[in-house]
């Protein structure tokens, strides 16, 4: 198998595709905390109630058919490597990846719905999305939970809703987000301004992979902060009003830096961008996801009119350490990531011929 075929069977469906509104916003993301309400949770359950939760998540595989090819794994059992490799592809948490006793995950075929069993809480369902997709996000969510819930007898309050681990995700225990590409913005100067009313609305803005981590490459994750007291069709229709502006002011951005008297600067700095990555031929990760911002910024606005338009969304996964690794078949010292990660940057960035050529 080649190194395309390789990065082919690597990226989940979601990374393949461009959804709505798509040369902006990357992903939506629904997420679920549920427990049941027998079992302790996880982080006080002992190793016998945590592994009864591991056999009643597997026992879920044929449930959980009717929504496509399911199967479960076991931390514990997977190599280190393989660990990273869901958290670099957003299917689990930097810490499901490292705590891994008696810790599962279901995940579907295409990569878009999973399922981590006793991370935080004893199961968070999770759904990605290409592009703003919001509602139809939720409602696969929402279906995923209902058969699950017939199975699992969930720790619920008549007056508080979902009981959760963390009293933050208290009530429908649900964490909806975008992730956005927000170039324009941050060149006019105007990032501040608009993600720093963000906290006003009950949002939050996180960095590229959730909370914890930083913004790269001009990505941001923007979420729901409050899970009580509202249901979960009002959430979603809030946070698609308030992704809407931000997306009409990174538009008008655009349109600004598209103007004939400052279109060169912007259009300098992008072929600039693009001339090191197409040269380079040792690249750190943070290096390369800025000038990949640049990049995509260009083919956007047309500068670059024969690439994938979503190269970024497939290469800031596929340049971290793990996949590297993955990709070559072997453990890799930093400097020859380095050097492979250039290399992969280099024959990606390879024009495509246009359509009808």
Known sequence: MGIGDAISKTLSSWMK???PHGDIVLGTRVRLARNAKDVPFPAT???EERKEIMERS???LPSLSGHGEFQFLNMGEMEGLQRELLVEKHLISPVHGRQTVDRGLLLRQEEDISIMVNEEDHLRIQILYPGLQLEPTWQTASNV???IEAQFDYAFDPERGYLT??????GTGMRASV???LPALTRVNRLRQVLGTISQFGLVVRGIYGEGSESSGNIYQISNQVTLGHREEEMVEHLERVTQQIIQSERQARDYLSQTERRLPVEDAVFRSYGILSQARLLTANEAMQ???DVRLGIDLGFIPHLDSEILKQL???IRAAHLQKIMGQNLPEEERDRLRASLVRDMLRPTQPKGS
């Not at 681990?165 to 208290?170: E, H, I, L, Q, R």
């Open 17 to 19: 595709k461009q959804g």
């Open 45 to 47: 359950a002992g190793r």
């Open 58 to 60: 597997r026992g879920l």
């Open 145 to 147: 939970d209902d058969v």
């Open 165 to 170: 681990s963390c009293p933050t995700n208290v």
């Open 179 to 181: 992730m956005l590409h």
């Open 291 to 293: 000038l990949l911002s």
């Open 316 to 318: 800031m996964v596929l």
